[in-house]
């Protein structure tokens, strides 16, 4: 097992480019499963939980050419399904959260399909429950079988209905689309969610000949047809990452350019962390965060304490709760973090706190970051990545920090963040990996 080592408190300078969106990847890739002909994607992240997912999709058949430098070719023209009752199957599936999407587009091809539990951030409950109420909806029967923690779908035929999901789930609204677009008759999803992750899966489905209606709207409406073909796709820079990088420009008062952004898709990303203080630039569509000295959290209009919450897009993603968070530990001025989705995200505080940051956790779902405006430095320590993006909430606060910090469990972050430590060295960090590969 390898951590991570840093020696804190360096500015840092220079430029980073982002990779292609985690999210967005695990869904895109499902969807090569959908046609037989091949489909060509760029911009493929290279992390940990894309690569078992590339993994598993050979496993059950696809041909995967990889073509170098982020991109590769997929042909589903050879399925076998009979992968899905192996226990190599169970294990791997069971090893990320995006397998969960490997769901759809099976079942609308080959009509049965099995899950495992998923795997992915153990970040409090992660139900699945609007995938499969979706998928029931559109004809399948479904079993959750309790003792080998095994979910059984069956469908001869999918059939186009009206829908109103129980909330905008991500990878639950992706499921079902991809499961509708071969699916007899028209199918409407309302209270969709509309990431951009869906925006571009929608965008691709309609490209191999998918009829997708109000795509980057919570009304979808998909009219199913017979067959899809193949195409090309490019995945957006990852919006986590950039915000991440805000994040640690910000911390280590730094002078970062973060290239090609696509600033059109970060929806309000940059305005949250305008709100804390931070200065950034647009330059063409590149960000550019000066080095600042300080940073002041706003108020409210009123003059009350500003609140960063969590909602569903086009509200705050959820993903960067945890880099807000750090950040408004060297802030001047107070922060109530709220994170709403998820119940076990904000317990990595107490590491802050070993820091010497300023944060009273009020609840699992509340955090109040009282700033310390700079009067004090975060001090290194030894600590331990709980979850993806807690792990690199951490790695900021420990470059920030003067002294050496330790940063295990970072199988964590490189589920997430391609090559993170020579991308950070590039622009003078000091960060290595010990141990383990
Ligand atoms: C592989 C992948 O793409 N993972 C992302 C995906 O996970 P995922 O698709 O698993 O997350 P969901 O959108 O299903 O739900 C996330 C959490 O928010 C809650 N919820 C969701 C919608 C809603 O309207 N109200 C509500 O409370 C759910 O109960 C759950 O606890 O979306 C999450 C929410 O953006 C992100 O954190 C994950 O990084
Ligand atoms: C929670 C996340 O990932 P996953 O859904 O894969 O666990 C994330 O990307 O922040």
Redesign the pocket.
Known sequence: MSIFKIRGGKKLKGEITPQGA??EA??ILSAVLLSPEPITIHNIPDIVDVNKLIELIGDLGCKVERLGNGSCRFTSNNINTAFLETDEYRKKAAAL??SVMLLGPILARFGKASLPKPG??KI????LD?HFLGFQKLGAKFNFDASEHLFHIDASELRGCYMLLD??????TANIVMAAVLAKGTTTIYNA?C?P?LQQLCLMLNRMGAKIGGVGSNLLTIEGVGKLGGTEHTMLPDMIEIGSFIGLAAMTQSEITIKNCRIDMLGIIPDIFRRLGIKLEFRGDDIYIPSQERYEIETFIDGSILTVADS?WPGF???LISIVLVVATQAKGTVLIHQ???ESRLFFVDKLIDMGAQIILCDPHRANVIGLDRKQALKGIKMSSPDIRAGVALLIAALSAPGTSEISNIEQIDRGYQNIEGRLRAIGADIERVGGN
């Open positions: 985690k999210n695990l869904q959260r995006g992915g951030d409090g409950r992660r139900r609007t909330e905008a789930s991500v990878t639950g969610a990431e992750y569903p993603t959820p993903d709403k989705m998820f």
